[in-house]
């Protein structure tokens, strides 16, 4: 292991300027891609459903925020067409304004926090702020806001991330990585998640996917079919999805193997989620534990190889999709869901965890007003965060330096890159196949 000072992990950021400037980073080269929006997009949904294929279409037509949701595989490849820091960190992936939510912390408080990492791996720590700055921009419009006015927000993510980033960079490590991130208490939209989270408890839940099998008193419960969205499973795909705990309980710390073996499996359901995971396969078990007034609720997700991954020539594949996502979710969260683990079905790879433990999450309607802007600094501070627990604040710190260039940079790219998004949605709208099936 080489040892270097602090000193030096500084002057290690600054000489990465002479790679990617730090005015260069508002460049965006959409002719580059190495093929067409829809066609990359058409190749991420090889090995999927092949009845929801269109659903996700669909779903990606709805609006330019809606496909920008869905085509984080355009972005990647959008994203290493530009030059990089090569400074790295574990990245979100996915970073956007609906990718931060609210959920129960192992000792039951509400916490607020990055809560999505399908596309999580290492790679360029501004690749997650450049995502993250084209989001605001997009759900600003959504919501009503100017360009000029999503733009000031855009900026103050980032410049928000970089003061944060460089206190970090001044704090000792252990503390940085129990940071408590305090600006949640002055975002309104935080407080509509965390209300929201409040009353999304299991037995919320329960009510909400479950119902009596029968009329007479005391029938079990089971889930409550809404098809496409949620679809009760029987026969050997049950066998093979309660089969899939085994592998799951076993790579679980021992207490929480003790906990879970109280649960018994009642029911499994297919569960349609998301907007990028349409179309993977995604199930869902409903255990109880003391009773019915006891519902634990598994959600065992199929993940696969993150879109990042073939634009990074150093990222090995990873051995397994869902332990790479629930990895990389331990860097970047203070506090994870006592029950993420992974498991695998078949030859496919899948991430388990609970299912609306108390989650909850903004809609753009949340970010009118004030509120884009008091939003966008939170994202900017929770994403300061888990880079500087994955990654390298000296270096982050030295090569952001003390001024505003950056932040106007990515800005100015979150822009660009809204604009387009919306190209790429209007060729999606006029190739007819985000059109409802009659």
Known sequence: ?????????????????????RHQHDALHAKARPATALELVARSMRGRVPALIQLKYELMGESPFAFFRGAAPVMAADLAQLPSTGIVSQLCGDAHVRNLGAYAAPDGRLVFDINDFDETIRGPFEWDLKRMAAS??????????????ARIAAQACIERYAAQIRAFSRMPQLEVNRFQVHRIDLAMPVHAA?????????????ERLTAPASSRPG?????????????????????????SLGPYREMLEPQRQHLLDFY????????????????????????????????????????VASAYAPYLPDARPAAHDGRRVAEGQKYMQIQTDPFLGWTHIGNRQYLVRQLNN??????????????????????????????????????????????????????????AYADQTVKDWEQLKKSGRARKKA
């Open 1 to 21: 292991m080489q040892w270097a000072t602090p000193e030096e992990r500084r002057a290690l950021g600054q000489t990465r300027r002479k790679q990617a400037g």
């Open 136 to 149: 605001l921009v997009l759900a600003g419009r959504a919501a009503g806001h100017k360009d000029s006015s």
């Open 194 to 206: 965390l209300a929201k989270a409040e009353r999304a408890t299991p037995q919320h839940t329960l």
């Open 219 to 243: 029938a079990r419960r089971r889930f409550k079919e809404s098809k496409p969205m949620l679809t009760r499973v029987a026969g050997a795909r049950t066998a093979a999805v309660l089969a």
């Open 264 to 303: 018994r499996p009642v029911d499994v359901a297919f569960k349609v989620v998301g907007n990028g995971s349409v179309g993977l396969r995604d199930y869902c078990v409903y255990m109880e534990g003391n009773g019915a007034g006891d519902p634990l609720f598994l959600q065992i997700k199929e993940e």
């Open 358 to 415: 108390h989650k909850g999450s903004i809609e753009i309607e949340d970010l009118a007003g004030v509120n884009l802007r008091a939003y966008a600094e939170v994202c900017g501070e929770l994403l300061a965060r888990g880079h500087a627990r994955s990654g390298d604040p000296q270096a982050i710190a030295g090569y952001i330096g003390s001024g505003t260039a950056f932040a106007e940079a990515i800005a100015g790219f979150g822009v």
